[in-house]
């Protein structure tokens, strides 16, 4: 007994109960890519699969739609591999178990891979019926979306006739989305030196800081913890004489960083100087980031008297430097749509050892010229400290079209639908309908989905009503002539 069976719309809920039984976390999604495949074989209808995954299938229009402009249904097979620490379930390579409690579908431990598997059994329902009136559907699905949109970037395109595209990977109902930024990743490597000491060593750790997603929470204040042991340090100076033997912060570039901890000696004399500049220093960040980010702290911990690398006086202040007068954060705000971060970078991850001072950012921007300003100032400050810089990762961003036939269309059946008006907006996280345009000329595209809660956490939810009538919209749109 299917887990879904009895809920509406079956046809849809069918596809997705058998997609979340097939292991599909980033770089691992062949056995989904090859699910979809034998999906068009069966049907005869045209696929292509390249060496990634990616895989295109196309259906014909249906009768009395021949002259309708064909349109891409898109999404992404990959999901985010989350669970709890106590589940088991090893997600390369076994299914998760889906649940229904009320409205929602959720997953047992685990992510669910609403997020994109949805897209994927919308596709692969229209495709699969005779009856759902539609022009030409050219169903795009590509890997690695959530590891750095790679699958849209290698992905060729050549056989897709249109030039419009439903992107089905938002997660909001009422909102679609409309444009979002451009990003690039840049890694900034700042050789060092390194001299042998001898002193106490002590550890200081960052603690309670939130963290977030560098797309999605940048405007809001929150400390990056990388940023604020380089501030430590620079606090410290005035204080205390002390030399670093190395640091690490962060866990990806598009992660605002919660976690950094580093290793310092003092001379033990001045260890109760050292105790009461933490106290203190917490004191001002615990005011300063009282809203924000509000159980921000450094955690000191002093260990035993030894002997070790450290870096040297000019590499020591290099890293003070690189961590405090880097940019990090909000650049500029939208004039044109107010809210909106036009520009904004995350030191997300950091490392100083005797191979250098290494950080690492996610560059954000709606403005092709602004993301680029704003690298070649970190290439600049790099090389000013005898570093290099390294880019990779990078995907254009996609403007809000002041004209779009596909959105007005989208709009109009949401009106008729709902009886309201959806909300239009333009994000600064990545989407991948920024480098799919770039790959058809004038393509119009619009992003829209059901409503979903806590992607990317074992926490996960799909609504199955909302499912039902995006469902329904979505016919809609294709049954518009
Ligand atoms: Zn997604």
Redesign the pocket.
Known sequence: MKVLSGYEPAEVLGFFEEICGIPHISYHEKALSDYCVAFAKERNLYYEQDELGNVIIIGEATEGYEDVEPIIIQG?LDMVGDKVPECEIDMERESIRIMVDGDSITADGTTLGG??GIAIAYGLALLDSKEIPRPRLELVLTVC??VGLEGATAIDLSCCRAKRLLNI?SEDEGVFTAGCAGGVRVDSLIPTDMVEKSGVICEIKTTGFLGGHSGIEIHKGRANSNVMLGRFFLFLKDKVSFDIVGMAGGVKDNVIPKNANASFIVEEKDIETLKNAVVEFNAVISEEFAVADPHVALVLEVKDVSVCKVLSDVSKEKMITALNLMPNGVQTMSQDLPGLVETSLNMGVVKVDEEGISTSFAVRSSVASAKDYLTSRLEQFTEMLGGTVNYHGDYPGWAYARESRLRDLCVKIYERQYGETPKVEVIHAGLECGILSSKIEGLDCISIGPNMAD?HTPDEVISISSIARVWEFIKAVLAEK
């Open positions: 992404h997020d994109d979306e959530e990977d992607v």
